[in-house]
């Protein structure tokens, strides 16, 4: 699947963002090894430490069904601005990836940024 394919998957992931506190909607598509293609979207609660970022919900979601290595995912948001992968989800994503995952950043207007894993998260492998 091509990087604009991915990206308009994540579009549709989108729709199912349950963000009634930020109204921030934002929507993830990841690629597992076994070609699987999971969707994930952001969860907010009231209790707004809860929330679950739309990149974690994918990665949960594949996690859970059995999948433990991935190649690629597309985020995107209402925004015109690039959204990129926040900390937290950098780091979830640590366990599951290597340096060469793709991570495809996108706008409202399909317009994207690719980046490895490696250069938004370097040296953060946890030697235990
Ligand atoms: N959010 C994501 O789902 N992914 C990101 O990469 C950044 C932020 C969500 C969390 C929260 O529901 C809303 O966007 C505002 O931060």
């Known amino acids: 699947m091509d990087y604009l394919e991915l990206l308009k998957q994540a579009e549709k992931a989108k729709k199912f963002s349950y963000a009634n506190y930020s109204n921030f909607h934002v929507g993830a598509a990841l690629i597992g090894a076994s070609g699987t293609v999971y969707l994930g979207a952001n969860v907010e609660g009231a209790s707004y430490g809860v929330t679950t970022?739309?990149?974690?919900?994918?990665?949960?979601?594949?996690?859970?069904?059995?999948?433990?290595?991935?190649?690629?995912?597309?985020?995107?948001?209402?925004?015109?601005?690039?959204?990129?992968?926040?900390?937290?989800?950098?780091?979830v994503m640590s366990d599951f990836v290597d340096d060469n995952f793709v991570i495809i950043c996108g706008n409202s207007n399909l317009e994207y940024e690719v980046y490895t894993f490696e250069q938004l998260m370097p040296k953060c492998k946890i030697p235990l």
């Open 53 to 91: 970022c739309a990149e974690r919900t994918a990665f949960y979601k594949a996690i859970t069904e059995g999948e433990r290595k991935f190649t690629t995912i597309a985020i995107i948001s209402d925004s015109d601005k690039i959204i990129y992968p926040c900390g937290i989800c950098r780091q």
